[in-house]
Nanobody, 127 residues
């Protein structure tokens, strides 16, 4: 069974950058889409970014709120994915989760389309 572990979160000033990592162990990594989601206190979990699996190589999608500032990537041979976040804003604060989809290779954005989740990493952007 696949396990995902996020890292790279922390405290950063508005306008700064952070790079999150999502390391996978077990299971097969690469064929399914990998997504990033976030949840701020008192708010619902929201989609942030997704990168497609092996049948959708190069496919990415982003939430409008992060488009142009965040970049998602993956290295399947190393079983790791990244979320590069730039020009961070206070509203980007929250717990960030990576997740692997359940049989979808394309840019799926709904949480229910994901079967395996990490434990999350906290991102705090001070204004």
């Amino acid at each position: 069974q696949m396990q995902l572990v996020e890292s790279g979160g922390g405290l950063v000033q508005a306008g700064g950058s952070l790079k999150l990592s999502c390391a996978a162990s077990g299971g097969t990594f690469g064929s399914d889409a990998l997504g990033w989601f976030r949840q701020a206190p008192g708010r619902k979990r929201e989609f942030v970014a997704v990168i497609g699996g092996s049948c959708s190589v190069g496919t990415t999608a982003y939430a409008d709120s992060v488009k142009g500032r965040f970049t998602v990537s993956r290295e399947n041979a190393k079983k790791i994915a990244y979320l590069q976040m730039s020009r961070l804003k206070a509203e980007d604060s929250g717990v960030y989760y990576c997740a692997v989809s359940q049989g979808y290779a394309g840019a799926v954005k709904l949480g229910r389309q994901y079967a395996c989740w990490g434990q999350g990493t906290q991102v705090t952007v001070s204004s």
